[in-house]
């Protein structure tokens, strides 16, 4: 198999170019696009990101959707928030109970879906408008400011170009990349996600991969809401509010299938990668924010006909 | 080790599935299990296999009774089967769907290269082509199917169902399997297997259980004691009938279709023949031959490359079904009429009435839909469909009834050549009678046929003229005297004469 | 067949001649809310309140139909909020920018959020990509678009006639705007009964392999009910612009996604296609904009509305779901 061949098969490659040409051509025309100042402040927009990102692909590896990742991980802010500010939680508390709220709301969603029968997109569209709900009653729109001096000192540090805020997502990366490739359950989420009937058969549980997809979707949403409240230094009720588009967008052109049983974790992390390069020189590069959504429908466009063009040629549609 | 089902009985909503059943399956023996379709095999099959209980009887392995909560019960059990539909994971390695229950591990990860020795192992006994490594999605039907075999033997079952897992393989693979079946048989495994296809129950069972109706007609018979009519009448509960078709007279001039040199995207070359109204031309082949590819190539659906196609006298460039409905007067019956030929979620009159919707709607468009059922309700009628409504949902209807659902609408919209592709497959004997005598009545009135079908009997009954595809080419042409014998040795030299040698089947 | 599929097939299954049952069950729900409502808040039935709720409800229905409009094939419309938004700006544009007559800018209005819908679904027919991801792509893009152009400035200098629209009143109680709302029902209603174009949209929708040996022209049918999701936001969105007076950016979006599911999801239109609930859609409306406005009139939080509705939502469909499965059991022959 020639190399051109090889890379055309290896799907985040056109990401992979995409970003190298964007970098090189952002260091060309923005000459501030270098220096260690902007790399991290470009690096530090991606944490949060990130982990959105694999909240959702972990769901659509099992070919299901959340609806709800936004409005569970505003949630769980708004409740780190407020056992930190009202009730004085060590952080070494409220982030594992943080954490443990956002695999609660998975696991509430999980079992709806897997015990009802009925679709998850119906499911967590009902649980997300109820966690929003919940979580404006509680907090009547008004955030909780009092955050602790040493997180939002952790969402600030950085080494070099390196923030501190990015390290967990890219532990997360890893840890998400040899679960899916490497480990029994994991390739069993992939399994019943690629033929649910033929993983059934094969004696894999419906209801525990189900469950298991949301519970991990909703821990990482969590996860990405603990982020938020660090690096925006308080707890607000809107966290969450505009993550459920950019949820679906990066997983899928990192190459996830929407049906289910294919998801790259490598391929969402340079698709997220590519979206804060582009965020990032249309800031350096002055232009309209307004730019950022048509950029955004652009793209996805782009990598999905990328994609089926790659099917189509490798013979392997 | 054996496996016994002593009066076992299934009920579902509206029918009785399985009344009092039993089955003997002894360890170190083929057992056939056969019957018409709604006769209770696959429900008998899932009772088996683990996926539903039965509500009244036992379930007895080496005469311990058991109860199979969940399709892993049963496969812990050591019941391993090979089911009708594919049952693989399109993404994942061929290596890693035979493995899927059990993958190797090293420190706690997933071990590839294990994964791909151990099955080797089991491929190897049947294809040794096949790539463990290869993703499933790259392969052809038939090495799916012997995926799914390779799959079942890897698990070391002492009991091994299959059911129709000759469907798409070809006969080569056929051979290989049976071999590596007896072999199994004489260590001791305790094989079940469930085919439609005669000769190759002859061939490999030693004793046969029939199911009629949700009944036993035979239990554990020995397959030494059966023959062909005896099977046949105790299957559909009376002597077989062979079709009456009528004789016609096809006027060699009035040509509808004729294909000249024409070549396909999918990779068809040199494809030429005539067609004639009235004239039932058969297109036989094996799985794989290219028979439905070249339907659907005609019908606009895949795409002619070289070549040409005149429909009555005249080029004719299709782009579409759309197309050849409409301006051709095509129609096709699709060899996959649940996926392609039907609208499980939709009515009857929807169904049939989807060709002639066009004529029916009034000056600004609109229909009736009591204008669409009456227009619908003679077709029914004459193909005797049984059905308490023209409303029922065809997903709720019988296999048989289905087909004739699916062939209704062609007839709806009156079409003069019409491609029939595998019209009887998983029907029962006796609507696979009316359904051949349909199609002779449809020639007689005029229309053109085109039968794809891989069913000797059935071609040799109904056609005047068979082609013969094989490896996407036309390799021979047979004028058919209906004499079974001299026919298909006819039809099957053709075959051979260009691919590889295979075995003769027996029985 | 996975539980899922089956409930989906429970689903469709009431619809296989376009039936009524489910609808009565949600038409008691919405009548017991209306008794709960009107006995705590009096002025819950004042005819101000029921102008209200009808006016919002007009919307909400319309905007539903633009959804079921793409749920019909089998997929959904990602964009209903975007081109909605477009419609809005463009009609005000041409209304007070261009000093367009009235009708002319709503016209050229409905037109680009039919040509919107349009181009859609000629991606998603010619592509082959889910409706999912093309809408979801298309709905950056038209907003981003339309960001871009109209810089977010709101419109606030539109004809008076169209605030008037907005705010009149038929026998004291009901606006124009849900007498047109229901009138595209009655419109949708019959076409997806008793039209041609409507039996060949929901033949592709059940089964698009099926339909297309069958030969029904799959992908014109698909672009066309894609347009008509187009024209129907575009239509909402309209209908805003006249309650608003005005032509906002902040219209429409993210917004509209929920109520645009919800209509359709309540009422009993199948998110896997094949079938509508035109008379469901409006129900499911109407249940949600009662809950909102009873909410409004109790005084209890807004705040606290989306989780009902969230819950509400959820019960909904497993009641659902568990008298599909009872009907089932019981082996009632479905219609």
Redesign the interface.
């Known amino acids: 198999m020639t190399l051109f061949r090889r890379l055309l098969l290896v799907e985040w490659s056109g990401l992979a170019v995409a970003i190298l040409l964007g970098a090189l051509a952002l260091s060309v025309i923005a000459p501030n696009f270098l220096t260690e100042f902007n790399l991290y402040v470009m690096l530090r927009s991606l944490s949060v990101g990130l982990l959105v990102a694999f909240a959702q692909m972990v769901t659509l590896g099992v070919g299901q959707m959340n609806i709800a990742v936004g409005a569970l991980g505003g949630l769980t802010a708004i409740i780190f928030g407020a056992t930190i500010e009202l009730y004085g939680f060590p952080l070494l508390l409220a982030i594992p109970l943080a954490l443990a709220i956002g695999a609660l709301g998975g696991l509430i969603n999980g079992l709806?879906t897997a015990r009802?029968?009925?679709?998850a997109?119906?499911?967590t569209?009902?649980?997300?408008?109820?966690?929003?709900?919940?979580n404006?009653?509680i907090t009547?729109?008004i955030p909780f400011y009092k955050m602790p001096a040493s997180l939002v000192a952790f969402g600030d540090h950085h080494l070099g170009a390196m923030p501190y805020l990015l390290v967990a997502p890219l532990i997360v990366a890893f840890l998400l990349g040899?679960f899916f490739s490497?480990?029994?359950p994991g390739?069993e989420l992939?399994?019943f996600g690629?033929?649910?009937?033929?993983?059934?058969?094969?004696?894999?549980?419906?209801e525990r991969v189900v469950v298991s997809a949301h519970v991990l979707s909703g821990l990482l949403a969590a996860a990405a809401a603990v982020l938020a409240v660090a690096q925006l230094g308080s707890a607000q009720p809107t966290i969450g509010a505009d993550w459920?588009?950019l949820s679906?967008?990066a997983p899928?052109i990192g190459g996830a299938?929407?049906t289910g049983?294919?998801i790259s974790v490598l391929g969402t992390l340079f698709a997220v990668l590519l979206l804060g390069l582009i965020q990032n020189g249309m800031v350096l590069a002055k232009v309209?924010p307004?730019?950022?959504?048509?950029?955004?429908?652009?793209l996805?466009?782009a990598a999905?006909?990328l994609n089926?063009w790659r099917a189509v040629n490798s013979?392997?549609a | 080790m054996g496996l016994a089902l002593e009066a076992v009985s299934k009920t579902f909503p509206g029918v009785k599935a399985l009344d009092s059943v039993s089955l003997d399956l002894k360890a170190g023996e083929i057992h056939a299990l056969m019957g018409e379709n709604g006769a209770g095999k696959s429900t008998l099959i899932k009772i088996v296999t683990g996926l539903i209980r039965p509500d009244s009887g036992r379930v007895l392995l080496d005469g311990r009774a058991v109860q199979f909560g969940s399709p892993r019960d049963a496969l812990s059990e050591g019941v391993s089967a090979v089911h009708q539909e594919r049952n693989l994971i399109p993404r994942f390695s061929v290596g890693e769907n035979i493995l899927l229950e059990r993958l190797p591990t090293r420190n706690g990860l997933v071990d590839y290269g294990a994964v791909a020795r151990e099955a080797r192992r089991y491929l190897e006994l049947l294809d040794p082509g096949i790539d463990a490594r290869a993703k499933v999605l790259s392969l052809s039907v038939a090495q799916m199917q012997i995926v799914e075999i390779a799959k079942a033997l890897s698990s070391e079952a002492k009991i091994l169902l299959l059911d129709e897992p000759t469907a798409s393989i070809t006969e080569h693979e056929t051979a290989a399997l049976f071999k590596l079946l007896r072999k199994l048989r004489d260590d001791g495994v305790a094989i079940v297997f469930v085919s439609h296809k005669l000769e190759e129950v002859f061939a490999i069972a030693d004793r046969i259980t029939v199911l009629r109706d949700g009944k036993n007609v035979a239990r554990g018979a020995p397959m030494e004691d059966m023959t062909r009519q005896t099977l046949v009448s105790l299957m559909i509960g009376r002597p077989e009938r062979v079709a009456e078709i009528a004789e016609r007279q096809v006027d060699p001039s009035r040509v509808v279709l004729e294909a000249r040199g024409l070549s396909t995207t999918r990779g068809h070359k040199n494809i030429t023949f005539a067609l004639r109204y009235g004239e039932i031309l058969g297109l036989y082949g094996l799985v794989g031959a290219g028979r439905s590819e070249l339907a659907h190539a005609i019908l606009g659906d895949a795409r002619i490359s070289g070549g040409e196609l005149l429909i009555r006298g005249e080029p004719a460039r299709i782009r579409d079904v759309h197309d050849a409905s409409t301006r051709f007067r095509m129609g096709y019956v699709s060899e996959d009429r649940k996926q392609e030929g039907l609208i499980l979620m939709h009515s009857i009159t929807r169904n049939v009435a989807v060709t002639i919707w066009r004529r029916l709607a009034n000056v600004i468009g609109l229909i009736n839909p009591r204008a669409e059922s009456r227009a619908v309700a003679p077709f029914i009628k004459r193909l005797d469909v049984r059905t308490p409504s023209l409303g029922q949902l065809v997903g709720n209807l019988s296999g048989g009834n289905q087909q004739k659902v699916s062939i209704a609408k062609w007839l709806a919209v009156q079409s003069e050549i019409l491609i029939i592709d595998e019209p009887t497959v998983g029907i029962d004997i006796k609507t696979k009678t009316y359904l051949h005598e349909l199609i002779g009545e449809i020639a007689c009135e005029g229309a053109a046929i085109l039968l794809i079908s891989s069913d000797m009997a059935e071609m040799i009954t109904l056609a005047d003229r068979i082609l013969v595809m094989h490896g996407f080419r036309l390799v021979g042409e047979v004028a058919n005297d209906h004499q079974y014998e001299t026919t298909s040795r006819a039809i099957i030299g053709y075959i051979h004469a260009v691919g590889d040698v295979t075995p003769a089947p027996a029985g | 067949m996975t539980d899922e599929a089956m409930s989906e097939m429970s689903a469709r299954r009431r619809f296989g001649l376009g039936g009524v049952p489910a609808q009565f069950g949600l038409a008691i729900i919405i009548a017991a809310f209306w008794a709960v409502f009107a006995w705590r808040a009096p002025g819950f039935l004042s005819p101000f309140n029921l102008f209200s709720v009808g006016r919002a409800l007009a919307v909400d229905i319309v905007i539903g139909f633009a959804q079921m409009a793409a749920l019909a094939t089998g997929g959904m419309n990602l964009s209903v909020g975007s081109i909605g938004v477009c419609a809005v700006m463009t009609g005000g544009y041409l209304m007070q920018t261009l000093a367009l007559p009235v009708p002319v800018a709503i016209l050229g209005a409905l037109g680009l959020g039919a040509a919107l819908g349009w181009l859609n679904g000629f991606v998603i027919a010619r592509s082959g990509v889910s409706a999912f991801i093309i809408t979801l792509a298309s709905a950056n893009l038209y907003s981003g678009a339309m960001l871009i152009l109209t810089k977010a400035v709101p419109l606030n200098s539109l004809p008076m006639e169209v605030g008037a629209f907005g705010k009149m009143k038929i026998a004291g109680l009901v606006s124009p705007l849900l007498v047109i709302a229901l009138a595209v029902g009655l419109v949708l209603f019959v076409f997806y009964r008793h039209s041609v174009l409507g039996r060949q949209i929901l033949a592709a929708g059940a089964n698009a392999r099926a339909a297309k040996m069958s030969g029904v022209p799959v992908d014109r049918v698909i672009t066309i009910s894609h347009a008509l999701s187009g024209l129907l936001a575009a239509t909402a969105g309209m209908m805003v612009v006249a309650h608003l007076g005005a032509a906002m950016p902040a219209v429409g979006g993210e917004d509209w996604l929920l109520p645009s599911f919800l209509g359709p999801v309540l009422g009993g239109t199948p998110l896997s296609g094949g079938a509508v609930a035109v008379a469901g859609t409006m129900l499911g409306a109407l249940l949600v904009t009662t809950i909102r406005s009873g909410l409004l009139v109790l005084q209890i939080g807004n705040y606290w509305l989306q989780l009902y509705l969230g819950v509400i939502l959820l019960l909904a469909v497993l009641v659902d779901r568990y008298r599909a499965l009872y009907q089932e059991r019981r082996g009632i022959p479905m219609r």
Do not use: C
């Open positions: 709806l009802t029968g009925v679709n997109f119906i499911i569209l009902a649980t997300a408008s109820a966690f929003t709900g919940i404006f009653g009547g729109s040899l490497r480990a029994a390739r992939l399994a690629g033929n649910p009937q033929a993983a059934e058969l094969s004696g894999i549980s419906r459920l588009l679906f967008a899928i299938a929407l049983g294919h309209d307004y730019w950022v959504q048509f950029v955004l429908g652009a996805i466009l999905v006909g089926r013979g392997v």
